[in-house]
């Protein structure tokens, strides 16, 4: 029998550190029977007998109940106060004495002050082969900001027509987990819609702990699916992914990622007589959620808005499900062209979570990866779906270090090295600092 109540599969698992005490904790070290540990969701008959991978399973809810205890009202509490004080010191120093709005178009998350640039690069036009891959690099970075900073950038700064940004409800952790904009070239007949995803906020613990979460429900059809990305996007309690669904009366800002965001889509592409393109696109997390979208919308046979797909970019995407769930992707996503690119950079870990260890059996990569090194040189892979990652050697443990060395030297010349453009601040040079002691951290 399930033990969820709101389960979907006849396939699945879902840790649940909420549960993990000491007994559950012992048990899945010294007992094959995970379906009787009250920290593991899944059928009661399920049994693991890799010692390898139950102690996975228990160094991730180790992990995770580390996160989750960092949780809390205090923790948010200086993650608001950081920013703040950011926005204060900007204003400060750019002669705006005005105390910071939280909801106005000039505040900035803490991930805009690592990277401020919200400028499109002039030297690349809508002809250039380049541009909806540095389209859509922007707009996954300003993804992280407020609603009226992103309406301020996309009309103002890139001269493009604000649709609607998207706060999106979670009805499996009964909260607001996704959030997403739409935009696109111009009001009437458009050539180009967007969707951007946002990415985990830099001091969000709740939504770091989702990431590291390797929980998975097998979907008819589709395969295993990150069960995290699978609730953010607007997977429905008991039914998984209808094609339909309706809005609950009474609660019209309870919103449908998935759902909200297809419609916005479809009704774009149709007011455009067929002939606007789409792009999805998304950072870490986010472009966890923009793949998914968009394998979800070839899993419902969306064939209106499929065929004028004309890209999925994801940066630093985490991994999103299993080599059934990538073949499905692939066969919809890159035939009759090729449309899922995945971009990485030098030795960033977001592409590595949920992890490997932990996540080998039912996670992996698919799809075209470009991956950048440090020297900004283009290398693309080729990924096979079913074959899995190798970890990493241990000399890349002292090659870590080398490189975030290299890093922080190479950024206080960048800026005159390429271009005024590449210039990077001080909070992120800070960060490269940091990293030299700590080279694991996101790039």
């Known amino acids: 029998m399930s033990k969820l109540d709101y389960c979907f599969s006849n396939d699945y698992m879902v840790l649940r550190p909420d549960r993990a005490g000491p007994l559950e904790l012992l048990h899945l070290l010294f007992s094959p029977k995970v379906g009787r540990n009250r920290a593991v969701d899944c059928f009661t008959s399920t049994e693991v007998h890799s010692f390898r991978r139950r102690l996975s399973i228990f160094v991730n809810l180790l992990l995770q109940l580390f996160l989750l205890s960092l949780v809390g009202p205090a923790v948010a509490a200086l993650g608001g106060a950081l920013e703040f004080a950011l926005n204060l010191v900007s204003n400060v120093l750019h002669g705006r004495m005005e105390y910071p709005d939280r909801k106005s178009a000039s505040y900035r998350s803490i991930t805009g002050f690592i990277d401020p640039r919200v400028d499109l690069e002039r030297s690349i036009q809508p002809t250039d082969s380049r541009y909806h891959a540095a389209l859509c690099v922007m707009a996954s970075k300003v993804a992280y900001e407020n609603e009226a900073f992103i309406r301020d950038v996309v009309t103002r700064r890139w001269q493009m027509e604000f649709v609607q940004f998207y706060n999106c409800w979670n009805d499996f952790e009964n909260g607001y987990t996704a959030q997403a904009f739409v935009f696109c070239d111009k009001a009437a007949d458009a050539e180009l819609v967007v969707v951007a995803f946002r990415g985990t906020p830099a001091l969000d613990a709740a939504r770091w702990c989702a990431d590291v979460d390797p929980s998975w429900y097998k979907i008819p059809r589709?395969?295993?699916?990150?069960?995290?990305?699978?609730?953010?996007?607007?997977?429905?309690?008991?039914?998984?992914?209808?094609?339909?669904?309706?809005?609950?009366?009474?609660?019209?800002?309870?919103?449908?990622?998935?759902?909200?965001?297809?419609?916005?889509?479809?009704?774009?592409?149709?007011?455009?007589?067929?002939?606007?393109?789409?792009?999805?696109?998304?950072?870490?997390?986010?472009?966890?959620?923009?793949?998914?979208?968009?394998?979800?919308?070839?899993?419902?046979?969306?064939?209106?808005?499929?065929?004028?797909?004309?890209?999925?970019?994801?940066?630093?995407?985490?991994?999103?499900?299993?080599?059934?769930?990538?073949?499905?992707?692939?066969?919809?996503?890159?035939?009759?062209?090729?449309?899922?690119?995945?971009?990485?950079?030098?030795?960033?870990?977001?592409?590595?979570?949920?992890?490997?260890?932990?996540?080998?059996?039912?996670?992996?990569?698919?799809?075209?990866?470009?991956?950048?090194?440090?020297?900004?040189?283009?290398?693309?892979?080729?990924?096979?779906?079913?074959?899995?990652?190798?970890?990493?050697?241990?000399?890349?443990?002292?090659?870590?270090?080398?490189?975030?060395?290299?890093?922080?030297?190479?950024?206080?010349?960048?800026?005159?090295?390429r271009s005024a453009y590449c210039r990077e601040g001080w909070l992120l040079l800070a960060m490269r600092a940091a990293a030299v002691a700590l080279p694991s951290l996101p790039k």
């Open 222 to 417: 589709l395969g295993r699916a990150h069960a995290a990305y699978t609730h953010a996007l607007g997977a429905q309690r008991n039914l998984g992914w209808p094609k339909w669904v309706e809005q609950v009366k009474g609660k019209p800002q309870r919103v449908d990622a998935y759902y909200a965001i297809r419609d916005a889509v479809r009704r774009l592409v149709e007011a455009s007589g067929g002939r606007a393109r789409v792009l999805v696109t998304g950072h870490g997390s986010g472009g966890a959620l923009a793949v998914l979208f968009s394998t979800v919308l070839a899993y419902h046979r969306e064939k209106a808005v499929l065929d004028r797909l004309a890209g999925v970019y994801t940066f630093g995407q985490p991994q999103v499900g299993d080599a059934m769930l990538a073949m499905f992707a692939e066969r919809n996503l890159d035939r009759p062209r090729k449309r899922h690119f995945r971009i990485t950079y030098g030795d960033d870990p977001l592409p590595r979570l949920p992890g490997e260890s932990s996540s080998a059996a039912h996670f992996l990569h698919f799809g075209i990866r470009l991956h950048f090194d440090s020297f900004y040189n283009l290398k693309v892979v080729k990924e096979i779906p079913g074959d899995g990652s190798s970890a990493a050697p241990p000399a890349a443990v002292v090659t870590s270090r080398l490189n975030a060395a290299w890093e922080l030297a190479r950024s206080a010349y960048l800026g005159y090295w």
